[in-house]
């Protein structure tokens, strides 16, 4: 006996031992900006071309890992750096510079886009890149399947494109304020090689496992299940960049592969990812101004006539928000701002307007507007990470204490649980949004989804589009200032906060001064020609 | 025995068609629409009449027992079909099933040679450090998750000793295909190994002190045979018949263990696919995985009948 006890605690020993060597020195982690700074670029001195690692999770995009994800929907760093847009926009998304363009001219009513193409364009297969390609990829857009909102919500705006030579004509039904922004994001396609796929299916063809490319780097090799490697385009006409190679692993979670050094850059806004980066000392943290909502929202009734009488009663609605206390809510993530209406507070734009917490004038504020207290309030949620899953807890709690029974529900399927099956009463929904606008598209009659539980009215429809057509900052203002009013005044639904999203760098690489990320689901300026890998 | 396997065999049909109507009628009932998890949420507010398109052309709006034997019409025409992604399930198959088939072997192949090496040693040498360490190291491999004993052996050997990668199955900077395999291939098959030696070993221990104590080992040593040939020739051999049954039995459980940890070491086989399908909502790549494994796990069951036949004639005359 005595025997087996001491090879059990050497066997302990030489575990503890073994790992203690690997666990090396953890000392602090770079400060929290979302501009690199010279002390992060001079930590390298030496640096080379190199190998750049990054890491592709399902939830980029990608359902199954045997293809390129598709840049039409989510954009990430990959795909930002294999397929480009006419314009380049900066690090708020907006103010975008010629990228595939050389130069953008709208006339004064903001109905007529004149886009000039540089010349001597090349796809990676040696195509010329051509107005063709344009036209083609903003025409099977609009009949994808698979395509973010924010170009299809802008492609419908064009009336008709015209081609001549290297340049392009769009002219628009009614101005859109943010078609330049939203053309900075929107990669062209090579129509000579996808124009006859089906748009319904057009993410899933066999082009994305051998993509032709328009950006600095093309696929070089696709190994199904494990990874892909890019190379550089010799056809790129820009500046060459200085990473010579690039491996993008396909894994399930983006700690892991940050902890195995398969990952020299990872982004995410959960309280766990970003704790477990923040904690590695070889990772610079890089704050994102990202307009990611998380937000309830009430469910009414449906433009198919399914009703919700309980939730019909605006006092109730605002009761039952005066009863959650949101400042607390927040304290869950690592930076979360709280929000009063789709505008964030610090922007310009915020009417002041703000949704106290008073448990006590919740609950005679529910019995005044004659809420059955003894019903059971429902809510919804379908985001099953922890930090979701104890906020809503939280939330019940705030609710129980003002006398009310509460259950909520984890989704499996949000969508089909919010806007089709719709057996609740408050929904709780994430969102990462491009721009405020889209927060503001919820309320349109023509959205397909809430209209079933906002009722389909038209009440926003002209406030939106006034948002729309505003082409300077004080018609904006005064735009968003009027949406504000009215979803203050209906409570359709009510936003929590915003999360704060982080971008993560490695040690391994040497990022240029000056460079800001954005939001890491679309693309902008982050110099990448200029990136190097320390040696 | 012939008329026994056919018999067997044939019974596997109707189970198989049972089973695959089960899982399909089951992924109905969970209310997930594909749809949702295809396009995103905002386009299925904008764009309405493409997304409905998108669903007429997938035969999403027919009845649900005319798109499962359209679907079965398909399996039996070796048309495995598409991915709600598009891409073609027999290639995907093709591609991930080698992979699960690489990591299941390997751990049946160690676990075996393991679990009933050490299970004869506990038993011959009964109360030895062997046999001390073995029971323990056998609670231990039973009563931990595979998952867990995944995530520790990453945390250990992979992040802090960084000695073997934490996932996938192929380096893109390999210089030797052996030395990749290996690395990529240690440490989940030691997991699954844990696991199935945890079992082994102690039935193989039991049988063998069961067998050692039997009547026909005394007469054996009373008759002077050596020692080692009463252990192999008649103590190994008399042990082994009951531990193979039970190591064809485990067989499943191997291909079960492989789902959760192909995720945990994000390991791109069958079971890996599988999870990621079921995230996904990608029915017609659950419903071929799932057959694929129910499929195995039927001829690991009819394996087990015919051993059981092979060693013990009653089966059969019961029959």
């Known amino acids: 006996m005595k025997k087996m006890l001491a090879a059990l605690l050497a066997t302990t020993l030489v575990v503890a031992s073994l790992v203690g060597c690997g666990s090396g020195n953890k000392e602090t982690t770079a400060a929290k900006s979302g501009e690199t700074t010279a002390e992060s670029t001079a930590e390298a001195a030496n640096v080379d071309g190199g190998t750049l690692k990054l890491s592709v999770t399902t939830g980029d995009g990608s359902t199954t890992d045997d293809k390129i994800p598709t840049p039409w929907y989510n954009r990430i760093m990959a795909t930002n750096l294999m397929f480009r847009a006419l314009l380049i926009a900066d690090s708020d998304l907006t103010n975008p510079e010629p990228d595939l363009a050389e130069s953008v001219e709208v006339s004064e009513d903001g109905l007529v886009y004149t886009i000039k193409m540089k010349e001597g364009l090349k796809w990676s297969d040696g195509e010329a890149l051509t107005v063709e390609d344009v036209q083609w990829s903003i025409e099977t857009a609009l009949k994808a399947a698979t395509c973010n909102s924010i170009y299809t919500s802008a492609f419908k705006k064009i009336d008709n494109m015209a081609v001549d030579g290297s340049t392009i004509t769009m002219t628009l039904t009614e101005p859109y304020a943010s078609m330049k922004d939203v053309l900075a994001q929107f990669a062209i396609l090579p129509k000579h090689s996808l124009e006859n796929a089906d748009p319904l299916t057009l993410e899933s063809d066999a082009f994305w496992t051998n993509p032709v490319c328009s950006g600095m780097y093309t696929l070089d090799e696709l190994n199904v299940g494990n990874y892909f490697t890019l190379k550089v385009n010799e056809n790129y006409e820009g500046t060459a960049p200085k990473i010579q190679s690039i491996i993008c692993y396909f894994v399930q979670d983006y700690i892991t592969a940050a902890q195995a050094g398969q990952a020299d850059y990872v982004f995410g806004n959960a309280a766990d990812l970003v704790e477990a980066l923040e904690a590695m000392p070889n990772y610079t943290e890089h704050e994102v101004d990202v307009l990611f909502y998380k937000y309830f929202l009430f469910n009414m009734k449906g433009a198919d006539g399914n009703e919700n009488e309980a939730m019909q009663n605006v006092e109730v609605r605002k009761a039952l928000i005066e009863a959650i206390d949101r400042a607390t809510l927040a304290t869950l993530y690592p930076t979360a701002t709280v929000l009063n209406s789709g505008v964030p507070n610090s922007n310009e734009a915020y009417n002041g307007f703000e949704y106290t917490f008073d448990a006590e004038k919740a609950k005679a504020d529910l019995v005044a507007a004659g809420y059955d207290m003894s019903r059971t309030l429902k809510i919804c949620y379908y985001n099953n990470d922890q930090t979701s899953i104890d906020l809503i807890q939280t939330v019940v709690h705030y609710l129980e204490q003002t006398g009310l029974t509460v259950e909520a529900t984890l989704s499996n399927d949000g969508t089909t649980d919010l806007f089709t099956t719709r057996n609740y009463d408050i929904g709780f929904k994430g969102k990462s949004a491009f721009s405020i606008d889209e927060w503001y598209t919820e309320y349109q009659s023509s959205d397909a989804l809430f209209a079933n539980v906002f009722g389909g009215t038209d009440e926003f429809d002209e406030l939106v589009n006034n948002l729309f057509k505003a082409t300077d900052s004080a018609a904006r203002n005064e735009a968003l200032k009027a949406l504000q009013e009215k979803e203050q005044e209906v409570v359709y639904k009510v936003p929590v906060f915003t999360v704060g999203t982080y971008v993560f760098t490695s040690d391994k690489v040497v990022i240029p001064e000056g460079v800001t990320f954005c939001n890491p689901l679309y693309m902008c300026d982050l110099d990448f020609a200029n990136w190097e890998m320390a040696q | ?319």
């Open chain 2, 1 to 319: 025995m012939l008329k026994f396997i056919i018999k067997k065999l044939l019974m596997m049909i109707p189970m198989l068609l049972i089973i695959s109507f089960i899982v399909y009628y089951g992924l109905q009932l969970t209310g997930i629409d594909p749809i949702n998890f295809m396009v995103s949420p905002e386009m299925l507010s904008s764009n309405k009449e493409n997304v409905e398109a998108l669903r007429e052309s997938l035969g999403l709006n027919d009845p649900l027992i005319v798109q499962y034997f359209r679907w079965l019409g398909n399996i039996l025409h070796g048309d495995l079909g598409y991915s709600f992604d598009g891409s073609s399930i027999a290639s995907v198959i093709a591609v991930r099933l080698p992979y699960t088939f690489e990591l299941a072997g390997y751990s049946l192949l160690f676990s075996t040679i393991i679990g009933i090496g050490i299970g004869i040693i506990s038993a011959v040498r009964q109360n030895g450090i062997i046999d001390y360490v073995g029971r323990v190291l056998a609670v231990l491999g039973q009563a931990v998750p595979q998952f867990l004993v995944g995530i520790i052996l990453i945390q250990v050997f992979s992040i802090k000793l960084g000695w073997f990668p934490a996932s996938n199955r192929v380096s893109p900077d390999a210089t030797s295909a052996f030395a990749d395999a290996f690395f990529h291939l240690f440490l989940p098959v030691l997991t699954l190994t844990i696991g199935m030696v945890a079992v082994l070993m102690r039935y193989a221990r039991n049988t063998m002190l069961d067998v050692l104590n039997s009547d026909y080992i005394k007469t054996a040593r009373s008759k002077g045979i050596p020692e080692w040939k009463v252990y192999l020739k008649h103590g190994f051999r008399n042990a082994m018949k009951p531990v193979l049954v039970i190591l064809v039995f485990r067989i499943p459980a191997l291909i079960g263990g492989s789902v959760v940890i192909e995720t945990v070491f994000s390991y791109p086989g069958i079971g890996l696919t599988m999870t990621n399908a079921i995230v996904s909502g990608d029915y017609p790549v659950v419903l071929v995985t799932t057959l694929i494994i129910a499929a195995t796990m039927l001829i690991c069951s009819f394996m087990v009948d015919v051993f059981n036949a092979l060693l013990d004639p009653r089966v059969r005359l019961g029959e």
